[in-house]
């Protein structure tokens, strides 16, 4: 039974898509309605900064939590430089936020 599934869903899929496939050039060939790709694809960028910038401010917090635990009495030098750090992450990160969202407007 196993070996004969995949068959047996390609053949399904087969006979299924056939009526899809069948459908005039012009229409497949129709601008869409709405706002253009580039859109979508800066607000998706403008994501992935903020997604880049948290994982890079929870590396931060990380390596600050065990370098503290390592050594506690460089924790006031610790927690300066994470705080610099972690401002300049946010700092690109709003850049590529602002680029991103100017790119749809």
């Known amino acids: ?23 005039g050039v ?3 060939v129709a601008a869409p ?3 253009p790709l580039s859109a979508g694809l800066a607000a998706i960028g403008a994501g992935l900064a903020v997604i ?3 994982l890079g401010i929870g ?5 600050a939590v065990e370098a503290t635990a390592r050594q ?3 924790a ?8 610099l750090t972690a401002a300049l992450i ?3 990160a709003l850049f590529a936020v602002v680029c991103g969202l100017l790119a749809i407007l």
């Open 1 to 23: 039974m196993r070996k004969i599934l995949p068959f047996v869903v390609l053949g399904a899929v087969a006979i299924l898509a056939n009526p899809a496939l069948a459908q």
């Open 26 to 28: 012009e229409a497949a």
């Open 33 to 35: 309605e709405g706002k």
């Open 52 to 54: 880049g910038a948290g």
């Open 59 to 63: 590396r931060i917090g990380s390596g």
């Open 72 to 74: 506690p009495e460089m």
């Open 76 to 83: 006031s030098t610790i927690q300066t430089q994470m705080i």
């Open 90 to 92: 946010e700092g690109v």
